[in-house]
Every structure is written in C-alpha cells, then in structure tokens.
C-alpha cells in the first residue's frame, strides 16, 4: 500500500523517471515504509517499549568490567539481528536477573527485524497464557484463538518473561505445544526469562550461593516450562546470558 498523501507517487505507488530518453517506472519508498508501518503496529509492543533501540541502550561508565559485559550482550544481539535469517539458531534466549535490560534488547531487536520487513509479534508470557486459557470460552472465545494462531504462526515471536507463571500440567501443556510447533517449523522465537538452568549459569553451586546469601531460592527454567519445551528451546534459541548489573530501574530512580 502507498501513502495517500505522498508527495513523490501521490498515492498510486509509483515513481515515474526518465532513464535514457524513456520513461521507467519503479516501485516507490512510501510503500515499503507503509509495510513496515503496517508490521509494527501488528507487533503489539507495548508502550513502554515502543521506543527501545540499540542506539537508547545505555551501558554502565561507572563500572568499566559491567559495561564490556553488556556491550558483549548488546552486540551479540545486533549482529544477530544483522545476520538474520542466516543464523545458525533460528532464536535468541536472553536470559538474567530483573532490571538488565533483556526486554529492552529483545524489542530492540524485533523493531530492527520488522523494519527490514519481517513480520514478528511480541507477548508478555502471562497474558498470552491467559488468552489462550479463555478462548475456551465460546463467548471470549474468538478473538483469543486468533491470539493463539498469531502466537503459533507469526515469522518472529517474542515471548516476554517466559516461565513467570505458576505451573499447572495444563501450562505446561500449552507451552510446550507452542514452543514444538515453532520450533517444527523453525519459527522464530525471541525469548526472556529470569529462571535459572544448569546449562546456563551451572546452576546448583549458583542455587546454594544465592539461597546462603538470604535469597530466595531460584526456580530453574525446566520447573516452569518442563522438560520437553525446554530442550526444543535449547536447540532452536542462541542462550545470551545477561551480566549481574545494577537493575536499570532502581538505577533510573536514582
Ligand atoms: N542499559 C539500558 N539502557 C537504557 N535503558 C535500559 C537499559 N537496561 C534497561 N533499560 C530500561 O529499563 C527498564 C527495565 O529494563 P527491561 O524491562 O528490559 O529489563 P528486564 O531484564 O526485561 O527485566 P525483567 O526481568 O524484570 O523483565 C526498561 O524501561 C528498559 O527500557
Ligand atoms: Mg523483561
Ligand atoms: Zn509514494
């Protein structure tokens, strides 16, 4: 679709030039930028993120050993967005404590893809679970199956938080089968979460320290979600590992 105002085409979603005496016609940029408009407004991201970029992600001056970390994280993700669809890992797993900014870089990323013309829609786990759960409901119903077949089907999911909910054999059912047919039909899948897992943080020495220092204790990742979901998420996602630095949020406060 063109823009119906544009200046250049007017709308019709041409240009027309001179090329050696004769009169070409090529597609105009107001076209694609409606596509890519038409996308991002698909994207449900929510308002708090809607402006999250690389370039908007700060990295810590105090503390030079956290802001190489971070900057390691950030460009991990850029240069996985820049690589994409050529990747070896069809997804990316962010993954660390609260406040790190793993929700900022994932839509960070989405925006980036979507821009370039893919089409990617984001979720906040809980409430994906909770319109999945009511449309049961004949009368909710409807709309919140579209939900689940968004969640299925879209090239690009970003599940926000993942593992943020209490399991029930019925969650864990859900997830898994949303997780397996994305990852049967190697879909991808932009996942945060801050649940442990051995594979990540070596996890049981992490565990005992954390619980000894007054923590409380951490659940893992595979608690949550089980085993299955979990071990397909392994194989289709690149685990990005977020440094243990100040909570942005407190930080902002200050
Ligand atoms: N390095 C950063 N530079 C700029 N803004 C940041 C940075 N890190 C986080 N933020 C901002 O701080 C807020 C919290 O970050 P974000 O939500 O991405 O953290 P998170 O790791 O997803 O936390 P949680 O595990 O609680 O979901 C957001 O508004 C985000 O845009
Ligand atoms: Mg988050
Ligand atoms: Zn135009």
Redesign the pocket.
């Known amino acids: 679709m063109a823009k119906p105002d544009c200046a250049v085409c007017k709308g019709l979603g041409w240009r027309v030039f001179v090329r050696d005496g004769i009169d070409v016609a090529d597609r105009c940029p107001c076209v694609a930028e409606t596509a890519a408009g038409d996308l991002e407004g698909q994207a449900q991201i929510p308002a708090n993120f809607a402006a999250a970029s690389f370039e908007n992600f700060r990295l810590p001056q105090d503390n030079p050993i956290s802001q190489k970390v971070l900057a390691d994280v950030m460009l991990a993700v850029s240069s996985y967005t820049r690589s994409y669809p050529n990747v070896a890992k069809p997804g990316l797993l962010l993954v660390g404590p609260p406040g790190t900014g ?2 900022h870089l994932a839509v960070a990323a989405l925006r980036i893809l979507i821009s370039r013309g893919h089409a990617g829609i984001f979720f906040d786990y809980q409430n994906l679970l909770e319109r999945i759960r009511s449309s049961f409901n004949e009368t909710l119903g409807a709309s919140n199956r579209d939900t689940y077949r968004n969640a299925l089907d879209s090239e690009i999911l970003v599940l ?2 993942l593992g943020a909910h209490r399991v029930t054999d019925w969650v864990e059912d859900t997830v898994t089968a949303l997780i397996t047919h994305r990852y049967n039909h190697r879909k991808t899948l932009i996942a ?1 979460t801050n649940l442990t897992d051995p594979e990540i943080t070596g996890s049981l020495v992490e565990k005992a320290s954390v619980t000894s220092a007054g923590h409380s204790y951490k659940v893992s990742l595979e608690e949550r979600i089980g085993e299955r979901a979990r071990s397909r998420l392994f194989e289709m996602c690149r685990v990005i590992r977020m440094p243990n630095v100040e909570d942005y949020r407190i930080k902002r406060m200050k």
């Open positions: 793993k929700t926000d938080d945060t």
